[in-house]
């Protein structure tokens, strides 16, 4: 998915399912279905896109 724009965090009221893949990358979502990618430890976040509400995110390892 290609970045839309940068947000200060997400709206963690609204934040249903956090993954962090490592001490630095994560991605979160949640209710009105934005997604979000960090990739310095939660400090900015990235919009990547909406699907929907969205209730988990996990990534196999």
Do not use: C, V
Request: hydrophobic share 35%; glycine share 14%; charged share 20%.
């Amino acid at each position: 998915m290609e970045e839309l724009h940068s947000a200060p965090k997400p709206h963690f009221r609204a934040t249903s399912a956090i993954q962090m893949l490592d001490a630095d990358n994560g991605y979160s979502g949640g209710k009105g279905g934005w997604i979000y990618k960090t990739d310095d430890g939660g400090f900015n976040w990235n919009i990547l896109g909406s699907i929907g509400t969205l209730l988990d995110i996990s990534f196999p390892f």
